[in-house]
């Protein structure tokens, strides 16, 4: 078969390039949920500063394209004195850019969150954070997850923007693989399956956290 | 002792609570009664710090509400149960009465499940301990909540209309848990429009109008032809809750 001749000597190649991808994306999924909570947190505080703070920079990096924002991470890092490597950049630059996006959905979770149930939380002694935390965010969450999976699934497909700084992930290796052999249709046709299943396989999990979530809740 | 001292609350032009002086002993059981709007939630809502005076000044036990610390000191000494529940969704019955004797009372997880059981044990819901609130009547959810206030060890138990969004049958089995409370000697501060029930269980009862509290009187002086009833608006008032 024709297909498979043109890819077999590569196949070890492009999937070294997956595993890369997977690792940039599970880290990144991380930072950006991680950030995301916390400036959504920040969104919904009552102080004036923090909130200019958290939402300064959702506008910032929501408003600004990926590939502008990745360049200027990683050939501005090195500016200000700080050496880290390009794959690194390149999840702290996703994280940043997927954690404006999450907080955008966690926070219009937490405006459905019922006033009355923070009251209850409130009036038992628990602590801000403990409110947020233990009662808020959980509940939020439910609402959030499923705009959250958009967001993640984009945040996946963007890490093939992670090729443009010399990091070989899936089509990083690919790019190169395509010059060698002259057969990018072959080449791209095994990128499209490939990242098919990673956005196919992160969509599923994200139905199972949200039936999960959801277990007792009525509709949703 | 709660004592509030010449407390006013304004909602922008809106004067809701006007110099209102209270004071509610430990073993009291005082009862607010007004017509809907005359600022019995929101007094409610001032003790426990939901909602910050304007004027005046409450203390809970010497503490002052509207200091950080006081407000802490505060809300350790009471509890309040809602209206509408305000259970937490996420959470099993259980979970909604442990959370905060775990995480603020410091209570080890076994002990606090422990209590919490009793407690549902004692309300009748013994068996929707891994319950969660959408999957309990009205009823239920209320006693649920009654439970998570009681679950703090309060010495001071606040009732916001606790029976206002049941139905009659499950209202009385509500207000048989109270009355159990009443009889135990917990102080409670109990805003209702359950008269009869009021009446049995109140040592006092203050009577709000328009924000003021025009009256303050043992409960047996209150339904008394020269006491509260000597006054035309309550006269009225109580006469018009009896149609209903």
Not at chain 2, 88 to 114: D, Q, R, S
Not at chain 2, 158 to 187: C, H, K, N, Q
Not at chain 2, 199 to 221: C, K, N, Y
Request: aromatic fraction near 8%.
């Amino acid at each position: 078969m024709r297909f498979w001749r043109v890819i077999e000597p590569y196949i070890g190649f492009l999937l070294q390039g997956f595993a890369l991808t997977i690792a940039a994306c599970l880290l990144a999924i991380a930072g950006a949920v991680l950030l995301g909570a916390l400036t959504a947190s920040m969104r919904s505080s009552g102080n004036r500063l923090v909130r200019g703070a958290a939402n300064a920079y959702g506008d910032v990096f929501r408003n600004v394209p990926f590939l502008v924002q990745l360049f200027f991470f990683f050939y501005g890092l090195p500016e200000l004195g700080i050496y880290i490597g390009a794959f690194e950049t390149g999840v702290i630059a996703m994280s940043i850019a997927g954690g404006a996006f999450v907080s955008d959905v966690i926070l219009s979770g937490i405006l459905t969150v019922d006033a009355g149930v923070i009251d209850a939380a409130k009036v038992s002694g628990l602590s801000r954070v403990k409110i947020f935390t233990r009662v808020v965010l959980p509940i939020a969450l439910r609402v959030s997850v499923r705009p959250m999976g958009s967001v993640l699934i984009n945040l996946v497909l963007t890490s093939s923007i992670l090729s443009t700084i010399t990091v070989n992930e899936l089509t990083g290796a690919a790019k190169i693989v395509a010059a060698t052999t002259f057969k990018p249709f072959e080449v791209y046709a095994v990128l499209l399956v490939l990242y098919a299943s990673l956005t196919t396989l992160l969509s599923f999990a994200i139905s199972a956290v949200h039936r999960r979530l959801n277990r007792f809740m009525t509709g949703g | 002792m709660i004592v509030a001292e010449n407390v006013e609350k304004r909602f922008g032009d809106a004067l809701v609570l006007k110099r209102v002086n209270l004071r509610v002993e430990p073993g009291e059981v005082v009862t607010i009664l007004g017509a809907s709007g005359s600022g019995k939630s929101t007094l409610i809502r001032c003790i426990n710090g939901l909602e910050a005076l304007t004027g005046g000044r409450i203390t809970v036990d010497g503490h002052d509400v509207s200091t950080k610390a006081g407000l802490v000191a505060a809300r350790r000494a009471s509890a309040t149960v809602f209206q509408l529940f305000n259970l937490y969704p996420h959470m099993t019955a259980l979970g909604n009465i442990t959370l905060a004797p775990i995480e603020v009372l410091k209570l080890p997880k076994a002990e606090a499940e422990a209590r919490a059981r009793a407690l549902l044990d004692k309300v009748g819901l013994g068996a929707q301990a891994d319950a969660y609130p959408q999957q309990l009547s009205g009823g239920q959810r209320q006693r649920v909540g009654i439970c998570r206030a009681l679950a703090m060890q309060p010495r001071y138990l606040l009732l916001d209309e606790v029976t206002s969004a049941l139905d009659p049958e499950m209202t009385g089995d509500v207000l048989r848990i109270l009355a159990e409370l009443a009889a135990d000697g917990t102080t409670m501060v109990f805003v209702t429009h359950e008269i009869e029930f009021a009446r049995h269980i109140s040592s006092r009862i203050v009577f709000l109008e328009q924000g003021e509290l025009i009256v303050d009187l043992p409960t047996a002086a209150f339904f008394a032809e020269d006491g509260g009833l000597a006054v035309p608006r309550i006269r009225q008032f109580l006469s018009k809750m009896k149609k209903d």
